[in-house]
T-cell receptor
Framework: DAEITQSPRHKITETGRQVTLACHQTWNHNNMFWYRQDLGHGLRLIHYSYGVQDTNKGEVSDGYSVSRSNTEDLPLTLESAASSQTSVYFC???????????????FGPGTRLTVL | AQKVTQAQTEISVVEKEDVTLDCVYETRDTTYYLFWYKQPPSGELVFLIRRNSFDEQNEISGRYSWNFQKSTSSFNFTITASQVVDSAVYFCALSDKYSGAGSYQLTFGKGTKLSVIP
């Protein structure tokens, strides 16, 4: 069965370290997304990609970067982790609909990141 | 401005009661999409339903039903005869041309935590 996986599921790191969270999907979806979930803020979009070599900033992109070298993977990198980046991170993917948009996003299981 | 409002932060019901979760959205687009997701205590986000703005028919799936009313910009979710397994946080989301940082991104409400007491 097609799926979307994230690793690691839990991560503890120190302030200032570089951290990369992995996201892998076997749906063959062109669109991939990264969100963070925080109490009181709900889910907020960090970065997204509509295909290989395409990346775009979301609502809360400062301090994060992504790269898309193939269809299946969209790793999220925290260049220099800060305590404010302690959160639960969700990856999602969807089929592309061109300009029509609105396609259903399917989410991975999440990664809980703690920055000490 | 908040585009998706879930005014009920937390709701508690006794098992077998019916419960309605409210969702009010705001958009200036004529083509948009509405979603509901469930987040059980285990933490994953589970897709429940997607509706487009041109389809106002109510939908029923087992004990779940959704009432979409464009006149009031609402997309409410009702669980009939609630069960303990329905305990979760439920998110309503909107996708329109003006969403977030790019066209047709998902804008989520802040969620409603439903507790079903046995």
């Amino acid at each position: 069965d097609a799926e979307i996986t994230q690793s690691p599921r839990h991560k503890i790191t120190e302030t200032g370290r570089q951290v990369t969270l992995a996201c892998h999907q076997t749906w063959n979806h062109n669109n991939m997304f990264w969100y963070r979930q925080d109490l009181g803020h709900g889910l907020r979009l960090i970065h997204y990609s509509y295909g290989v070599q395409d990346t775009n900033k979301g609502e809360v992109s400062d301090g994060y970067s992504v790269s898309r070298s193939n269809t299946e993977d969209l790793p999220l990198t925290l260049e220099s982790a800060a305590s404010s980046q302690t959160s639960v991170y969700f990856c999602a993917s969807s089929e592309s609909l061109g300009l029509a948009g609105g396609n259903t996003q399917y989410f991975g299981p999440g990664t809980r990141l703690t920055v000490l | 401005a908040q585009k998706v409002t879930q005014a009920q932060t937390e709701i508690s019901v006794v098992e077998k009661e019916d419960v309605t979760l409210d969702c009010v959205y705001e958009t200036r687009d004529t083509t948009y999409y509405l979603f509901w997701y469930k987040q059980p205590p285990s933490g994953e986000l589970v897709f429940l339903i997607r509706r487009n703005s041109f389809d106002e028919q109510n939908e029923i799936s087992g004990r779940y039903s959704w009432n979409f009313q464009k006149s009031t910009s609402s997309f409410n979710f009702t669980i009939t005869a609630s069960q303990v397994v329905d305990s979760a946080v439920y998110f309503c989301a909107l996708s329109d041309k003006y969403s977030g940082a790019g066209s047709y991104q998902l804008t989520f409400g802040k969620g409603t935590k439903l507790s079903v007491i046995p």
